[in-house]
């Protein structure tokens, strides 16, 4: 009969006793069994344990680089809002400037104009936000555009001097736009009524600026504009027009500059408070007197 059981005598190398130990075959294979099985799983978790210790440093890496990158992306975002800004101001600083030199008409004046500040600027366009280097390209296109209206604006005015002296391109004075051009609600009626021109308010006794170079035609005082100047620009047939001032500092047929001192702020005629009101004329005609200034 087949031996089922296996001896296991162990013998010490000094004095000792002698050991003996049996054990059945089922039990060996049951004990070889359970300990490859054992051997089996905890290989394959170490395994585990090790790609999975790669895949989260793997993953740490790029949760970094991806955090790293947000922060880049928002950035680009930043400039790219920031070169709109720039370009939408160089597409009105341009459009004023293609006006004066009769380029481009002034857009016609539809609703009711804003008030006060830069409210009658026009709408500035909003890029979609799509991807960013559509954008990009957007953005360049425009600039590449706006730069070469430049060109030709700078060859026609350097043509053009004693045109361009003569053409109103500054501020009267420095205050903010208390009343735009076109219809607006009468400040003193509450009735629907065109305005000529743009309302300037600041402290009165400021100084008021003729907006180009050119001969008073007229000094004069009446219930609605108060004390007003006339100046004519004779070789561009512009006339300009400066109401409610506190004081004349010109006197009619004097020639006057660009940025010379012509009167003083004040309140005189249909005024609620201390403010020039300005107008710009072509040849007769009502013209936006925004599009005549480039320096605000």
Not at 132 to 156: C, M, P, T
Not at 163 to 182: C, F, K, R, V
């Given at each position: 009969m087949q031996n089922k059981?296996?001896?296991?005598?162990?013998?010490?190398?000094?004095?000792?006793?002698?050991?003996?130990?049996?054990?059945?075959?089922?039990?060996?294979?049951?004990?070889?069994?359970?300990?490859?099985?054992v051997f089996v799983v905890l290989t394959l978790f170490l395994i585990d344990y090790f790609l999975m210790n790669g895949t989260r440093r793997k993953y740490k890496t790029l949760l970094a680089d991806?955090?790293?990158?947000?922060?880049?992306l928002a950035q680009y975002r930043e400039s790219i809002d920031s070169l709109n800004a720039k370009i939408h101001d160089l597409e009105g600083y341009a459009k004023k400037l293609n006006v004066?030199?009769?380029?481009?008409a002034e857009d016609p004046i539809e609703g009711e104009p804003g008030v006060g500040g830069n409210s009658d600027m026009p709408e500035q366009v909003i890029i979609e936000p799509q991807n960013e280097l559509s954008?990009?390209?957007?953005?360049?296109?425009?600039?590449?555009?706006?730069n070469r209206n430049f060109d030709v604006l700078n060859s026609h005015f350097e043509n053009q001097k004693l045109e361009l002296a003569?053409?109103?391109?500054?501020?009267?004075?420095?205050?903010?736009?208390?009343?735009?051009?076109?219809?607006?609600?009468?400040?003193?009626?509450?009735?629907?009524?065109?305005?000529?021109?743009?309302?300037?308010?600041?402290q009165t006794g400021n100084p008021v600026l003729a907006t180009a170079d050119g001969i008073v035609i007229q000094t004069k005082s009446d219930k609605t504009g108060g004390r007003t100047i006339k100046i004519?620009?004779?070789?561009?047939?512009?006339?300009?027009?400066?109401?409610h001032l506190s004081k004349y500092l010109v006197k009619p047929g004097q020639r006057v500059k660009r940025g010379d001192t012509i009167g003083l702020i004040g309140a005189t005629g249909r005024a609620r408070g201390p403010h020039v009101h300005y107008e710009v004329r072509l040849d007769g005609k009502s013209l936006n007197p925004w599009y005549y200034i480039l320096d605000n």
């Amino acid at each position: 009969m087949q031996n089922k059981y296996i001896s296991l005598i162990i013998i010490p190398h000094k004095k000792g006793k002698q050991r003996s130990y049996s054990l059945s075959k089922k039990a060996i294979h049951i004990t070889a069994g359970v300990t490859a099985f054992v051997f089996v799983v905890l290989t394959l978790f170490l395994i585990d344990y090790f790609l999975m210790n790669g895949t989260r440093r793997k993953y740490k890496t790029l949760l970094a680089d991806y955090e790293q990158q947000g922060v880049t992306l928002a950035q680009y975002r930043e400039s790219i809002d920031s070169l709109n800004a720039k370009i939408h101001d160089l597409e009105g600083y341009a459009k004023k400037l293609n006006v004066m030199a009769g380029f481009k008409a002034e857009d016609p004046i539809e609703g009711e104009p804003g008030v006060g500040g830069n409210s009658d600027m026009p709408e500035q366009v909003i890029i979609e936000p799509q991807n960013e280097l559509s954008q990009l390209d957007v953005l360049g296109e425009k600039a590449d555009g706006i730069n070469r209206n430049f060109d030709v604006l700078n060859s026609h005015f350097e043509n053009q001097k004693l045109e361009l002296a003569q053409t109103p391109s500054i501020m009267p004075t420095q205050g903010y736009w208390s009343s735009s051009y076109g219809w607006r609600d009468d400040p003193f009626t509450g009735k629907r009524t065109f305005h000529w021109g743009v309302d300037i308010a600041t402290q009165t006794g400021n100084p008021v600026l003729a907006t180009a170079d050119g001969i008073v035609i007229q000094t004069k005082s009446d219930k609605t504009g108060g004390r007003t100047i006339k100046i004519s620009h004779p070789k561009t047939g512009f006339v300009t027009v400066y109401c409610h001032l506190s004081k004349y500092l010109v006197k009619p047929g004097q020639r006057v500059k660009r940025g010379d001192t012509i009167g003083l702020i004040g309140a005189t005629g249909r005024a609620r408070g201390p403010h020039v009101h300005y107008e710009v004329r072509l040849d007769g005609k009502s013209l936006n007197p925004w599009y005549y200034i480039l320096d605000n």
